[in-house]
């Protein structure tokens, strides 16, 4: 007779719903308790403006264009975009770039699709020496309302399926510019990440007639603090089950909403509190600034109805691993197995809720 999988013990694996795949944990690796702040980095103090950067209100772009004096957000096109709006880009032979239905012969193993597409960026704040954790509830809901601006202004260009909002924080992430800022990529494409997750919600739904997204999130506030970092009315803040990175968290929305432009005002605002209240607790990890990729996804706006394989979220996948300066690296195993991790979610989910909602750099400040 086996014994019981114990979680917090046993190497074992996990299974990630959303996009069909899996990843090993190795909870044996971690038997210590958490210590807090382990290193400190050095703060970098930024100027609030920087002459030489191209985010900064007034400054010159790459390609001559000068920047408004902005006030809250501003979006112009990227001047080095990774897809375009042309039509006419040469592309393979039509026969040979189409995927072969037919069960008789070989698919084609040189496929390839012309893609369409617009990039913009937005700049979140004027000030060049702020993140998003640093930023008002009232700034981060401008950052909002902007992303949804520019939804709305996208699905009404013909090509465009899918819209990417993301934001890459950090030289650790390959930023390059502190400025804080993301973008935003529209493609005539559904990309490979949400295809994935509209596929598996959609058999979800189709077998159980739920929403997978509805279902998972019922399920973790049933179980009260487990992987539950933080919650308002209208969002709750985890650390999925599945979670690769150390302390990658999932924001999803209470109702059963599919796009950004579906929140009304209370929700807004709602989610304003939430972004700021998980970064802020993300810098006071290590007290330093945290890097990360995020992104949301929502339904695509290809035309197709998707009221049930998509339900809006958002992902923060951050590097760090033990301190400000250590990251975790995809590599080996990970590389050419499968991802592994060492911590387990629940033991990350624990340690940012312990973590306070008031930015480290704020404490000093308010505690006089
Ligand atoms: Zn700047
Ligand atoms: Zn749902
Ligand atoms: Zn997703």
């Given at each position: 007779m086996s014994l019981p999988l114990d979680l917090t013990s046993h190497p074992h694996r996990r299974f990630n719903p959303l996009t069909n795949s899996w990843v090993l944990c190795s909870p044996h690796r971690t038997k210590r308790p958490w210590q807090g702040q382990l290193e400190v980095s050095p703060t970098i103090n930024l100027p609030e403006y920087d002459p030489k950067c191209y985010l900064c209100p007034g400054n010159t772009r790459a390609q001559g264009e000068k920047n408004p004096m902005y006030k809250e957000t501003f979006v112009f096109g990227n001047d080095f975009a990774a897809v375009k709006v042309e039509t006419d880009i040469g592309r393979m032979n039509e026969a040979e770039g189409e995927a072969n239905d037919e069960a008789d012969e070989a698919p084609s193993l040189f496929l390839a699709h012309r893609v369409q597409g617009v990039c913009q960026v937005i700049c979140y704040s004027p000030s060049h020496n702020l993140t998003v954790a640093e930023l008002s509830t009232t700034s981060i809901l401008s950052i909002i309302t902007t992303w949804i601006a520019e939804t709305l202004s996208a699905q009404s260009l013909p090509f465009v399926k899918y819209i990417q909002i993301f934001e890459n924080k950090g030289s650790m992430m390959g930023c390059s510019n502190p400025h804080p800022h993301g973008q935003i990529w529209c493609t005539s494409v559904i990309p490979e990440e949400p295809a994935k997750e509209l596929d598996s919600m959609k058999r979800y739904h189709d077998k159980c007639n739920k929403c997978l997204l509805c279902e998972y999130t019922r399920m973790e506030l049933g179980k009260k603090l487990e992987r539950i970092v933080c919650e308002n009315a209208s969002f709750v803040c985890l650390v999925p089950f599945w979670a690769i990175w150390p302390y990658e968290t999932m924001i999803i929305s209470?109702?059963?909403?599919?796009?950004?432009?579906?929140?009304?005002q209370e929700e807004k605002i709602a989610l304003a509190d939430i972004i700021g209240k998980i970064t802020r607790k993300y810098d006071n990890v290590f007290e330093s600034s945290f890097p990360y990729s995020m992104g949301i996804h929502q339904a695509p706006v290809d035309g197709e109805e998707h009221v049930w394989d998509s339900h809006l979220h958002i992902h923060f996948y951050p590097p760090l691993l033990r301190n400000p300066t250590v990251k975790k690296f995809l590599v080996g195993f990970e590389m050419l197995g499968e991802p592994q991790r060492d911590l387990t979610p629940e033991q990350a989910a624990s340690r940012l809720q312990q973590c306070s909602e008031t930015h480290y750099k704020m404490k000093s400040t308010s505690s006089q």
């Amino acid at each position: 007779m086996s014994l019981p999988l114990d979680l917090t013990s046993h190497p074992h694996r996990r299974f990630n719903p959303l996009t069909n795949s899996w990843v090993l944990c190795s909870p044996h690796r971690t038997k210590r308790p958490w210590q807090g702040q382990l290193e400190v980095s050095p703060t970098i103090n930024l100027p609030e403006y920087d002459p030489k950067c191209y985010l900064c209100p007034g400054n010159t772009r790459a390609q001559g264009e000068k920047n408004p004096m902005y006030k809250e957000t501003f979006v112009f096109g990227n001047d080095f975009a990774a897809v375009k709006v042309e039509t006419d880009i040469g592309r393979m032979n039509e026969a040979e770039g189409e995927a072969n239905d037919e069960a008789d012969e070989a698919p084609s193993l040189f496929l390839a699709h012309r893609v369409q597409g617009v990039c913009q960026v937005i700049c979140y704040s004027p000030s060049h020496n702020l993140t998003v954790a640093e930023l008002s509830t009232t700034s981060i809901l401008s950052i909002i309302t902007t992303w949804i601006a520019e939804t709305l202004s996208a699905q009404s260009l013909p090509f465009v399926k899918y819209i990417q909002i993301f934001e890459n924080k950090g030289s650790m992430m390959g930023c390059s510019n502190p400025h804080p800022h993301g973008q935003i990529w529209c493609t005539s494409v559904i990309p490979e990440e949400p295809a994935k997750e509209l596929d598996s919600m959609k058999r979800y739904h189709d077998k159980c007639n739920k929403c997978l997204l509805c279902e998972y999130t019922r399920m973790e506030l049933g179980k009260k603090l487990e992987r539950i970092v933080c919650e308002n009315a209208s969002f709750v803040c985890l650390v999925p089950f599945w979670a690769i990175w150390p302390y990658e968290t999932m924001i999803i929305s209470k109702r059963h909403i599919t796009s950004l432009v579906d929140l009304n005002q209370e929700e807004k605002i709602a989610l304003a509190d939430i972004i700021g209240k998980i970064t802020r607790k993300y810098d006071n990890v290590f007290e330093s600034s945290f890097p990360y990729s995020m992104g949301i996804h929502q339904a695509p706006v290809d035309g197709e109805e998707h009221v049930w394989d998509s339900h809006l979220h958002i992902h923060f996948y951050p590097p760090l691993l033990r301190n400000p300066t250590v990251k975790k690296f995809l590599v080996g195993f990970e590389m050419l197995g499968e991802p592994q991790r060492d911590l387990t979610p629940e033991q990350a989910a624990s340690r940012l809720q312990q973590c306070s909602e008031t930015h480290y750099k704020m404490k000093s400040t308010s505690s006089q």
